[in-house]
T-cell receptor
Framework: AQRVTQPEKLLSVFKGAPVELKCNYS??????LFWYVQYSRQRLQLLLR??SRESIKGFTADLNKGETSFHLKKPFAQEEDSAMYYC??????????FGKGTTLSVSS | DTGVSQDPRHKITKRGQNVTFRCDPI?????LYWYRQTLGQGPEFLTY????????KSRLLSDRFSAERPKGSFSTLEIQRTEQGDSAMYLC???????????????FGSGTQLSVL
């Protein structure tokens, strides 16, 4: 079955601490993976996609096919990073499948 | 505002009534998606269109649900004979596909919150 698992509902860190939001996927084909983010009172929006290997707002994510993971990382968290983060998988020829999301709370 | 707009923002209805939601995508976008989200869950895919063609429907989408996108512009999602289990946030998203879908970026609307009493 095609599935995205985000094991943590809530991740609380202090400002300046490293952040790692975990995402594991289940898919037999070649995966396309994304991270979407929803800030308070804003719409869900794309943060980054694995194919572009980009860093957005200091966040990076590396696809690890051996561990079927696509963890989101940032070396130094900022208070404005507080949001709900969703990992998403696109199986070939179909729509995005989202995980349940992880709330990141960054406090000073 | 040139983003995805959804109407209404909130809908309260009684069990058994029919409801219809509207989504206006970003004007040049050729794909339009409907998702449903309940508390504590991520968005769940319902259906999507490429231009006016409905290309995929989720098994979640019972016969009581129907979606249209006439002329490949706005879309409507209708739920007939609503049930309490239909209470959720209904999200619309649009995108412009040019070439490989790997680069697809979905733009979401603010959603329609449905409460079935």
């Amino acid at each position: 079955a095609q599935r995205v698992t985000q094991p943590e509902k809530l991740l609380s860190v202090f400002k300046g601490a490293p952040v790692e939001l975990k995402c594991n996927y289940s898919y037999s084909g070649s995966p396309e993976l994304f991270w979407y983010v929803q800030y308070s009172r804003q719409r869900l929006q794309l943060l980054l996609r694995h194919i572009s290997r980009e860093s957005i707002k200091g966040f990076t994510a590396d696809l690890n096919k051996g561990e079927t993971s696509f963890h989101l990382k940032k070396p130094f968290a900022q208070e404005e990073d507080s949001a709900m983060y969703y990992c998403a998988l696109r199986p070939a020829g179909t729509a995005l499948i989202f995980g349940k999301g992880t709330t990141l709370s960054v406090s000073s | 505002d040139t983003g995805v707009s959804q109407d209404p923002r909130h809908k309260i209805t009684k069990r058994g009534q029919n409801v219809t939601f509207r989504c206006d995508p970003i004007s040049e976008h050729n794909r339009l998606y409907w998702y449903r989200q309940t508390l504590g869950q991520g968005p769940e895919f319902l259906t999507y269109f490429q231009n006016e063609a409905q290309l995929e429907k989720s098994r979640l989408l019972s016969d009581r649900f129907s979606a249209e996108r006439p002329k490949g512009s706005f879309s409507t999602l209708e739920i007939q004979r609503t049930e309490q289990g239909d209470s959720a946030m209904y999200l619309c998203a649009s995108s412009l596909i040019q070439g490989a879908v790997s680069w697809e970026k979905l733009f979401f609307g603010s959603g329609t919150q449905l409460s079935v009493l």
